[in-house]
């Protein structure tokens, strides 16, 4: 290429950005269950509807694939995955009840100055709960959740427990299933308890904190099972 031919590029969407778009608004539309669980994703009609030729469909739907949201057909494209079970959630609970509040110790135990600003960071990106219930509204509640819990097993420094919690994109399966509940001022409190124990160093106060708050998290999604 020119280096002439460049600022004429430079108007259209990157291949990136596109990418990037499309998989959002898939990620959305499976979310919101515009397409619903068990059902097909047909990768012509999703073109057609967002008016994108197939190949960052192919891409966007290879990325939902590795977080659980769609699964491959042999031979015949993608399906929406099913919403979790009683089971697989009663599952995932009992994995991050395993890896988080011994966490949440030796974060406490290893706190600093920076790892505490960062934590203080974290929980002022989400100040208050909202009050929609839309998947917009509780999209970025859910992001922060992430990021706050993925925040304190970094601080605690075993690289392969933070690893195994990222891959079950619990945050993401458990949103599908809840993220218009009213639970956003309990899980915005609980955090802050597990924060303010882990700045001062008290291990087994941010350890108690986190299992009370997983407990209490797992119960919440649980009682929309009955
Ligand atoms: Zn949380």
């Given at each position: 290429m020119t280096e002439t031919a460049r600022p004429r590029m430079a108007v259209r969407p990157s291949r990136q950005v596109l990418a990037d778009g499309v998989y959002e608004q898939l990620r959305a539309l499976i979310m919101n269950h515009?397409?619903?669980?068990?059902e097909r994703a047909n990768i012509d009609e999703i073109a057609r509807e967002l008016d994108v030729s197939g190949t960052p469909v192919r891409e966007a739907l290879a990325r939902l694939e590795s977080e659980g949201l769609v699964s491959r057909l042999p031979l015949r494209g993608y399906r929406v995955t099913e919403l979790l079970t009683r089971k697989e959630v009663e599952d995932i609970y009992g994995l991050r009840l395993l890896l988080e509040p011994p966490s949440a110790a030796r974060a406490a135990a290893a706190m600093s100055p920076p790892f505490a600003s960062a934590l203080e960071e974290e929980l002022a990106t989400c100040p208050s709960a909202p009050t929609g219930a839309s998947y917009d509204a509780y999209k970025a509640l859910t992001a922060h959740d992430a990021r706050l819990h993925e925040l304190i097993l970094r601080i605690a420094g075993n690289v392969s427990v933070e690893q195994a919690f990222v891959r079950t994109h619990c945050h993401l399966h458990f949103f599908r299933l809840s993220?218009?509940?009213?639970f956003g001022e309990q899980t915005i409190a609980e955090h802050r308890a597990l924060v303010e124990a882990l700045v001062v160093g008290k291990a087994a106060a941010a350890r108690d904190a986190m299992t009370h708050h997983l407990e209490t998290a797992r119960d919440r999604i649980l009682s929309r099972f009955v």
């Amino acid at each position: 290429m020119t280096e002439t031919a460049r600022p004429r590029m430079a108007v259209r969407p990157s291949r990136q950005v596109l990418a990037d778009g499309v998989y959002e608004q898939l990620r959305a539309l499976i979310m919101n269950h515009g397409i619903e669980p068990g059902e097909r994703a047909n990768i012509d009609e999703i073109a057609r509807e967002l008016d994108v030729s197939g190949t960052p469909v192919r891409e966007a739907l290879a990325r939902l694939e590795s977080e659980g949201l769609v699964s491959r057909l042999p031979l015949r494209g993608y399906r929406v995955t099913e919403l979790l079970t009683r089971k697989e959630v009663e599952d995932i609970y009992g994995l991050r009840l395993l890896l988080e509040p011994p966490s949440a110790a030796r974060a406490a135990a290893a706190m600093s100055p920076p790892f505490a600003s960062a934590l203080e960071e974290e929980l002022a990106t989400c100040p208050s709960a909202p009050t929609g219930a839309s998947y917009d509204a509780y999209k970025a509640l859910t992001a922060h959740d992430a990021r706050l819990h993925e925040l304190i097993l970094r601080i605690a420094g075993n690289v392969s427990v933070e690893q195994a919690f990222v891959r079950t994109h619990c945050h993401l399966h458990f949103f599908r299933l809840s993220y218009n509940q009213p639970f956003g001022e309990q899980t915005i409190a609980e955090h802050r308890a597990l924060v303010e124990a882990l700045v001062v160093g008290k291990a087994a106060a941010a350890r108690d904190a986190m299992t009370h708050h997983l407990e209490t998290a797992r119960d919440r999604i649980l009682s929309r099972f009955v």
